[in-house]
């Protein structure tokens, strides 16, 4: 089973940039896609982006242009740098992973995503 820890949520301004960051474990040498996904009260979870590990990547339109995902596979961390923040990307962030390509890859569906982490909030104010 995968472990997922999220961290690099915080309060910011509008404009304001973050880095959030997923450390994975339970790894089996297994070829793993991973995302990003953004929870928001009242709201179904929604993809922002997703990632496999050759790099192809696919982002939410958005958020295009100012988000970017990324990952560092020797450390087995997923990252999500966030740029020029606005007050509707606030929420809960939450890290995901899926064993084998996801169906339509590339996709943002969080149906296609198995295992999850607990989130990091991000709150951005005007």
């Known amino acids: 089973q995968v472990r997922l820890l999220e961290s690099g949520g915080g309060s910011v301004q509008v404009g304001g940039s973050l880095r959030l960051s997923c450390a994975a474990s339970?790894?089996?040498?297994?070829?793993?896609?991973m995302g990003w996904f953004r929870q928001s009260p009242g709201s179904q979870r929604t993809g922002v982006a997703t990632i496999d590990n050759e790099g192809n990547k696919k982002h939410a339109d958005s958020v295009r242009g100012r988000f970017t995902i990324s990952q560092d596979i020797t450390k087995n961390t997923l990252y999500l740098q966030m740029n020029n923040l606005k007050p509707e990307d606030s929420g809960t962030y939450v890290c995901?992973?899926?064993?084998?390509?996801?169906?339509?890859?590339?996709?943002?569906?969080?149906?296609?995503?198995?295992?999850w982490g607990q989130g990091t909030q991000v709150t951005v104010s005007s």
């Open positions: 995901a992973a899926r064993r084998g390509p996801p169906f339509g890859w590339p996709t943002l569906a969080r149906g296609e995503f198995n295992e």
């Open positions: 339970g790894y089996k040498g297994e070829r793993y896609w």
